[in-house]
C-alpha cells in the first residue's frame, strides 16, 4: 500500500535539494519502505522477522537500495542527484570510525562530531544528531557499510554460481520475503536460492553459523572514504560544469 517518508526541516539547509533524491531511495522505495512491507505481507515467518531489529539486514538494504537506483540509470541525466547519491556513499565508511572511536578508542562525543564534520562536511548539527545515536547504540554506525556488503556480495555470489539463470527479481523476493535476518544467514539464503534449494531461506536459518566470515569494520573505514573522496570532487565538477550558477543555488537550498 501507500507510504509516506518524512523528513525533518527543523534546519532545511541541513537537507540541499540536491541529496533528495538518494534519500528518498534509501528511506522509501526501493529502500525501508519496500523491504519492511514485504516483510509484514510475507507469509510463514514469525513476527520477530517482520520487524527491522537486525541493523545489518535493513540498513544494508537500504544503501543496497541506492545502489539500485543507480544501476537503474535515475542519474544519467541528473548530474547533481549523482553528487548527491557519491555524498550519500561517503557516510557509511565515515560511521564505522566514529563508532569504534567511541566505543574501542573511548573518543569523546566531541571528537567523534569533529571527525565526521571534517571527514563529509556535513553540518555540525546533523552531525551531533548522528554521533549521540552511536553513543547509544554501539555497532548501529557498523552496520550499514557492513551491510550493504553482504547484500551485494551475496548477489554478486548467486549470480556467478547461476550465470544466464540468475534474475534479480528472484534474488530480491527471496531475500526480502525472509524477513529481517543475520548477515550470515542472508549470505546462506542467497546461496541455497542459487543453488536451487526450495525456500532457500528456510535452509539459511538453520544454519547462522555458517557462509564466508564478514569484513572487518576497518576495511570500510578511512581507505574506502578517501576512494570516495575522489569520486565526490569529480562528481562535483562534472555537476558545476552542467548545472553552471545555479548549483550554488541548489546546494544551499
Not at 569523546?108 to 564534520?117: G, L, P
Not at 549521540?132 to 553482504?150: D, I
Amino acid at each position: 500500500g501507500p507510504g509516506a517518508s518524512y523528513i525533518n526541516l527543523r534546519n532545511t539547509a541541513e537537507t540541499p535539494r540536491f541529496t533528495l533524491p538518494t534519500l528518498t531511495y534509501h528511506e522509501a522505495s526501493p529502500g525501508h519502505h519496500f523491504q519492511i512491507a514485504v516483510a509484514l505481507e510475507a507469509e510463514g515467518i514469525p513476527m520477530l522477522r517482520k520487524m527491522p531489529l537486525f541493523s545489518g539486514y535493513t540498513e544494508g538494504w537500504a544503501l543496497y537500495a541506492e545502489q539500485l537506483a543507480d544501476e537503474m540509470g535515475v542519474y544519467e541525466n541528473d548530474p547533481l542527484g549523482r553528487l548527491g547519491y557519491l555524498q550519500s556513499f561517503m557516510f557509511p565508511p565515515a560511521g564505522p570510525v566514529a563508532d569504534s572511536g567511541l566505543h574501542h578508542k573511548r573518543w569523546s562525543r566531541e571528537q567523534a562530531v569533529r571527525y565526521m564534520v571534517e571527514t563529509l562536511g556535513d553540518a555540525e548539527s546533523t552531525m551531533t544528531t548522528e554521533v549521540e545515536r552511536y553513543c547509544v547504540w554501539p555497532g548501529q554506525a557498523c552496520s550499514y557499510k557492513l551491510g550493504h556488503t553482504v547484500w551485494d556480495r551475496t548477489r554478486t555470489a548467486a549470480k556467478a554460481a547461476m550465470g544466464d539463470r540468475f534474475d534479480i527479481r528472484g534474488f530480491h523476493d527471496v531475500a526480502l520475503a525472509a524477513g529481517a535476518i543475520p548477515l550470515q544467514v542472508l549470505g546462506r539464503v542467497g546461496a541455497d536460492w542459487a543453488g536451487g534449494a526450495p525456500r532457500g531461506w528456510r535452509r539459511g536459518l538453520a544454519a547462522i553459523s555458517g557462509g564466508a566470515p564478514l569484513p572487518r569494520a576497518e576495511a570500510v573505514g578511512p581507505a574506502m572514504i578517501d576512494r570516495r573522496r575522489l569520486l565526490l570532487t569529480a562528481a562535483a565538477g562534472a555537476a558545476m560544469g552542467a548545472a553552471g550558477p545555479a548549483f550554488a543555488s541548489v546546494r544551499n537550498a
